[in-house]
Each structure stands twice: as structure tokens, then as C-alpha cells.
Nanobody
Framework: QVQLVESGGGLVQAGASLRLSCAAS????????MGWFRQAPGKEREFVAA????????YYADSAKGRLTISRDNAKNTVYLQMNSLEPEDTAVYYC?????????????????WGQGTQVTVSS
């Protein structure tokens, strides 16, 4: 069983930056495509970004392009989400997720393992 634990969320002002981390247990991390999703209050969970097992290929939602960067360190079993120029609209619970390279990056159903989420709140 793979466990994912997110950290790095918090309360920040608009324009600030945060780096979220997601640490995975076990020895299969380097095999996974990793994704970040978020769920804002009253809204459905949505795709934010994904990165393939090698870290070479990354994928972003349109809302994330230019401000958010996904990366990974397979030696540390950790995936990151660097968030810059945060806006109040980025307020959400952020979840990391892992899948065995289904080729589908933006759909929740493609991901087998999920973390519990970390809250990001951006004040105006």
C-alpha cells in the first residue's frame, strides 16, 4: 500500500509563493506518474498538474500555466508543487495522487493513490 502525505500549505497573502510537498512511502515512487489536484470550497476537485515517472514530461491545467511548477525527486520519494504569484482563486485543498502511467493525466479516475490534502488559503 502506498501512502502519500502532503505538506507545505498555509495562509498567505496574494502575490506570495508556497511550495507544496508530497512524500510517498514504499519503493515504487519512481514508477508513478504523480499529479496535483485541488478542490476549492463548493467546487469539484480539479486537475492542476502532473509529472511522469522520469520528471521529463509535465502537464498543466490552463489555470496553472506560468505560475505553478511541478517537479519530483525520486531519490527522496517526493513530488513538489511550486506556486508563485498566488491569487485568492487558488484557495483550495491541494491533493497529490499517484498512478501507474495510464497515459491520462487530468482525470481523477486515472489515479490509484491519494493523499489527505493540504489547505492553501490566499487572502486578498
Amino acid at each position: 500500500q502506498v501512502q502519500l502525505v502532503e505538506s507545505g500549505g498555509g495562509l498567505v497573502q496574494a502575490g506570495a509563493s508556497l511550495r507544496l510537498s508530497c512524500a510517498a512511502s514504499g519503493h515504487m515512487f519512481s514508477m508513478f506518474t504523480m499529479g496535483w489536484f485541488r478542490q476549492a470550497p463548493g467546487k469539484e476537485r480539479e486537475f492542476v498538474a502532473a509529472i511522469d515517472w522520469s520528471g521529463v514530461n509535465t502537464y498543466y491545467a490552463d489555470s496553472a500555466k506560468g505560475r505553478l511548477t511541478i517537479s519530483r525527486d525520486n531519490a527522496k520519494n517526493t513530488v513538489y508543487l511550486q506556486m508563485n504569484s498566488l491569487e485568492p482563486e487558488d484557495t483550495a485543498v491541494y491533493y497529490c495522487a499517484a498512478q501507474f502511467n495510464t497515459g491520462t493525466y487530468s482525470k481523477e479516475s486515472a489515479y490509484e493513490y491519494w493523499g489527505q490534502g493540504t489547505q492553501v488559503t490566499v487572502s486578498s
